[in-house]
C-alpha cells in the first residue's frame, strides 16, 4: 500500500512567491495553499486553528508584511505577521516534528561596505520591516524545529505588485524617470525562487541524499546571480521593452529619493553556502528577467 502524500501547509498562497510554490510544491506532495482570508497571520488563534486542521509535516511560509515604507506606520502589524506569527508555525513544526521553510531578506543587514553578506555576519537593520523579519528567523532559531531560512533580495515577478510591473507601466507614462543608483542588490524572479526550494526539498527526500549526511537546517542566501542597482535593472527593463521613444532614465542617490523606510545601501547576499550544501545556483539576474518577460509576453 502506499504511503499517504505528504500534507504541505503553504501560506501567502496569492503572493509573488506563494503562488509560484503552489505549482512547484505539487509534485512533492499534498499542496494546502491558504491565502490571508484563510489564515490571518496576524491572528493567532486563526494560525493554531489551520494548523490544527491540516497538521503539516511540511509548513512553508513565503507570507510577510512586505510594505516596507507603510511599516513605519505600522510597526505592531509588521511584528504580528513578520515576527510572531514565523514563531508560532516554528513552536507547532517543534511539536510536530514538521520541517518549517520561510523565507526572509537582505534588509536584515545594514547595508555598509561592497562585500556580499553571509549567512553569520552581523545583523544591523535599519528600517522596521527588516527588523521584524529578523525578528522572525530569531523566533523560528530558538523554537528548536527544523527549518530552513531562505533569505532572498529585490524579488519581482509577472503577477502582483514589484518594481518590473511598476517600471513596465512607468515608461509607457513617462517621459523622464529618476531612479535610485546607490542602493546595490540582485533582482530575484519568484518562479526561480520557488524552483530551488523545491529542488531543495526533493533532495532532501530523496534516499539518495544518504543518512550520513550533516543535517541542512539553517540559514540560507537565495537570490539570482550577480548585482546591479535600481537604476541598473531599470535600465534592463527599459532596454527589453523596445519602446519607439523611450523615456530618460535619470540615476539618482538615494538621498534624492526620501521615503520613510530606510533602505540599506548594500544588498548584496552572498549564496556559496547554497552551493555548497544543496549544489543550486541561480541564474544571473538578466537571464532570470529575460526568461520572466518572455513568458510574460
Request: net charge neutral; with cysteine.
Amino acid at each position: 500500500m502506499n504511503a499517504p502524500p505528504t500534507r504541505i501547509l503553504l501560506t501567502g498562497a496569492n503572493g509573488q512567491v506563494g503562488w509560484e510554490l503552489h505549482r512547484t510544491l505539487a509534485t512533492l506532495g499534498q499542496v494546502v495553499a491558504m491565502d490571508s482570508r484563510a489564515m490571518d497571520l496576524a491572528d493567532p488563534d486563526a494560525i493554531r486553528r489551520a494548523l490544527a486542521e491540516v497538521r503539516p509535516r511540511l509548513i512553508v511560509n513565503p507570507a510577510a508584511y512586505t510594505a516596507v515604507d507603510q511599516a513605519e506606520r505600522e510597526p505592531d502589524l509588521a511584528r504580528k505577521v513578520n515576527a510572531e506569527a514565523p514563531g508560532i508555525l516554528a513552536e507547532a513544526a517543534a511539536k510536530s516534528g514538521a520541517l518549517l521553510v520561510h523565507y526572509s531578506t537582505d534588509y536584515v543587514f545594514g547595508g555598509g561596505g561592497i562585500s556580499p553578506w553571509k549567512e553569520n555576519d552581523p545583523t544591523a537593520p535599519v528600517n522596521v520591516y527588516g527588523a521584524t523579519k529578523l525578528a522572525g528567523e530569531q523566533a523560528i532559531i530558538a523554537s528548536g524545529c527544523h527549518h530552513l531560512i531562505f533569505r532572498t533580495s529585490w524579488v519581482y515577478g509577472a503577477r502582483g505588485t514589484n518594481f518590473l510591473l511598476t517600471m513596465r507601466r512607468l515608461v509607457r507614462e513617462r517621459p523622464e524617470l529618476k531612479i535610485v543608483d546607490d542602493q546595490v542588490g540582485a533582482p530575484t524572479w519568484c518562479r526561480g525562487l520557488a524552483e530551488a526550494t523545491a529542488q531543495v526539498l526533493a533532495q532532501l527526500a530523496s534516499p539518495l541524499r544518504g543518512a550520513d549526511r550533516p543535517e541542512p537546517w539553517g540559514v540560507y542566501h537565495m537570490t539570482n546571480a550577480g548585482e546591479t542597482s535600481w537604476y541598473g535593472f531599470a535600465q534592463a527593463i527599459l532596454d527589453w521593452e523596445g519602446l519607439a521613444a523611450p523615456p530618460r532614465l535619470l540615476p539618482i542617490p538615494s538621498t534624492d529619493y526620501p521615503t520613510p523606510a530606510h533602505r540599506p545601501l548594500n544588498s548584496r547576499l552572498d549564496n556559496g553556502k547554497l552551493a555548497r550544501v544543496f549544489g543550486l545556483r541561480l541564474p544571473p539576474w538578466r537571464d532570470a528577467l529575460k526568461l520572466c518577460l518572455d513568458k510574460a509576453e
